[in-house]
């Protein structure tokens, strides 16, 4: 079966940080552009970040630009989104979803396999 498995979350500080990874379970990751979403409490989900196949592109949310990167690591057939300088409105549950076509100004794509999300929890 083919599914996204999400790891590395977790309650922390404000002003600290995380880093998320996402592996891929019966397909190649490699194959497909890897997009992050996070749905906060009471929130829609929204996109915070997203990377093409080969990691030469990638796009942003405005909300944390500056303070996220996003890369994948081909021998290790991971994506991964670390998180500095947390606020605690960045607490959600954040998911890793892999398409095949993506809009890279807006993370918008066909997106066939999504994980099940990890929480992260930002709070003092």
Request: charged share 20%; hydrophobic share 30%; with cysteine.
């Given at each position: 079966?083919?599914?996204?498995?999400?790891?590395?979350?977790?309650l922390?500080q404000?002003g600290?940080?995380?880093?998320l990874s996402?592996?891929?379970?019966?397909?190649s990751?490699?194959?497909y552009?890897?997009?992050?979403?996070?749905?906060?409490p009471g929130?829609e989900?929204?996109?915070?970040?997203c990377?093409?196949?080969?990691?030469g592109?990638a796009?942003?949310?405005d909300?944390?630009?500056?303070?996220?990167?996003?890369?994948r690591?081909t021998?290790?057939?991971?994506?991964?989104?670390?998180?500095?300088s947390?606020k605690p409105?960045?607490?959600?549950?954040?998911?890793?979803?892999?398409?095949?076509?993506?809009?890279?100004s807006?993370?918008?794509?066909?997106?066939?396999h999504?994980?099940?999300?990890?929480q992260?929890?930002?709070?003092?």
């Amino acid at each position: 079966q083919s599914q996204l498995v999400e790891s590395g979350g977790g309650l922390v500080q404000p002003g600290g940080s995380l880093r998320l990874s996402c592996v891929a379970a019966g397909f190649s990751l490699e194959d497909y552009s890897i997009g992050w979403f996070r749905q906060g409490p009471g929130k829609e989900r929204e996109a915070v970040s997203c990377i093409s196949t080969s990691g030469g592109r990638a796009y942003f949310a405005d909300s944390v630009r500056g303070r996220f990167t996003v890369s994948r690591d081909t021998a290790k057939r991971t994506v991964y989104l670390r998180m500095n300088s947390l606020k605690p409105e960045d607490t959600a549950v954040y998911y890793c979803a892999a398409a095949s076509i993506v809009d890279y100004s807006t993370c918008d794509g066909l997106y066939g396999h999504w994980g099940q999300g990890t929480q992260v929890t930002v709070s003092s």
